[in-house]
């Protein structure tokens, strides 16, 4: 919250509040560079923590580039750092300007001159607007460039401990990665449970005091943790030597949580081996509960194929659904319905070669009755994201709208976040 009113002053540095802190305490600099002072009060101490926050996460939108320095501000939109890798081969307070041609595009044999590939990539992918503008400082971490809470109390969590665990954004994409594999939907909670040690093993059970003794069942050999139940333990080792994964190293995490397992083989394993590996682990844990409960015998070759069947059949009925589902989209998006008696329906879309970085944009407008009335195609350059191309394709849209003179016109696209972007009254701080 704090940084939300650091955030306000950035924004609207002539209200009231912002003239008063600069007047007081950076009267011939600004709140980026503004020091503590003597004698701060407890509001101005709390801003500039707050401000710490804001420099991990704000940066600049390009329009002129005359406020913007090239080496010490942040300005390259990308996720590890806003400033240049690049050694400073021309004076370190030169601005961005510096590197944007007459015709307001990036000067792309100056660039790939004087920083490196990784940075010349990323500086000459920034968009431009087509004319100048002024630069202004928006935030990373949200689509429309504007300050959250939540985005800023992720920061802050990061730069307080650096080492967060597992519930940080930084290790969130390994719990997301148990949800996207295509395994059935109790598999998949069963190795969220397993991860989050929830499974009744021998050793949770004698916490509670439901057993006598936190030794396994099964080999007696050592204490039943998770991790023993579905990879040491001498039940689990039979299936282990059968199953197509054996050559993966999984013996190696033996004794060690089964979170950080998982992270780890998260980080080894690709989505295919993944879904495999959570499939054995539930054959595994079954196979144990019926050898303790049942007293049926260990069928190593049996559970391992069942682990691969499982894996096989949910794919091949997913396959199936999907088809169906799609197909049903098909034809739900192909009904095209007309627009109010006298208005103008313009739909546009946007098709991308990512390999190429070329873009096809299209817009063709039709009046009430289904009639075609004017239709466009462009090619463009892929200079940003998807999201971008979209948007172009709508200012290509109301382009050949204006050319034909209509004014009752419904703009009509399938990219939900650019629909909401139109019709966002406040518009986006970002490069869109």
């Given amino acids: 919250m704090v940084a939300k ?37 407890f509001l101005w101490r709390c801003l500039l923590w707050g401000r710490q926050v804001l420099k991990n996460g704000a940066r600049w939108r390009i329009g002129r580039g005359d406020m913007v320095q090239v080496y010490k501000s942040n300005w390259i939109p990308r996720l590890n750092t806003f400033k240049p890798f690049s050694i400073p081969s021309f004076p370190e307070d030169a601005k961005v300007v510096e590197l944007i041609d007459a015709r307001n595009q990036w000067k792309a044999d100056f660039i790939l001159e004087y920083f490196n590939k990784e940075d010349a990539a990323a500086i000459m992918r920034t968009p431009l607007p087509r004319s100048p503008k002024m630069d202004e400082v928006c935030w990373h971490f949200d689509k429309k460039g504007m300050y959250t809470v939540k985005s800023g109390y992720k920061i802050a969590l990061r730069l307080k401990y650096p080492d967060i665990p597992s519930t940080s954004e930084d290790c969130s994409c390994y719990w997301k990665a148990i949800w996207r594999l295509e395994l059935p939907e109790k598999t998949k909670i069963f190795l969220w449970r397993a991860a989050q040690n929830m499974l009744p093993t021998v050793e949770n059970l004698w ?3 439901v057993t006598a003794s936190p030794l396994c069942q099964i080999c007696r050999r050592s204490v039943e943790i998770v991790s023993h139940a579905l990879i040491e333990c001498k039940a689990a080792g039979k299936i282990w030597k059968q199953s197509i994964l054996t050559d993966k190293g999984i013996e ?15 980080k080894r394993l690709c989505k295919a081996d993944l879904e495999l590996l959570g499939a054995t682990w539930w054959i595994t844990w079954n196979t144990r509960n019926r050898l303790l409960f049942k007293g049926e015998k ?14 096989k059949a949910y794919r091949r009925v997913k396959h199936v659904g999907s088809s169906q589902a799609a197909n049903r989209e098909d034809k739900k998006h192909h009904q095209w319905t007309p627009p109010l008696a006298r208005s103008f329906k313009i739909n546009v879309d946007a098709a991308t070669n990512v390999e190429a970085k070329t873009v096809g944009l299209g817009a063709i407008i039709r009046d009430d009755k289904g009639r075609v009335v004017a239709a466009a195609v462009k090619p463009s350059r892929l200079s940003w994201d998807v999201q971008f191309a979209e948007a172009e394709a709508v200012e290509l849209g109301l382009q050949v709208a204006k050319e034909a003179q209509l004014t009752s016109i419904i703009i009509e696209t399938d990219y939900q976040e650019v629909a909401g972007l139109v019709n966002h009254k406040k518009g986006s701080k970002t490069e869109i």
């Fill in 5 to 41: 009113q650091g955030w306000r002053i950035l924004q609207d540095p002539n209200s009231l509040t912002g003239q008063v802190l600069k007047a007081r305490y950076f009267k011939c600099s600004d709140f980026w560079n503004a020091n503590l002072g003597s004698n701060p009060s």
């Fill in 207 to 209: 916490k509670k005091k």
């Fill in 298 to 311: 260990i069928n190593s070759n049996v559970s391992a194929a069942k682990a691969q069947a499982i894996v």
């Fill in 252 to 266: 190696v995490y033996k004794g060690q949580d089964m979170l950080e397992v998982w992270f780890q083989m998260s």
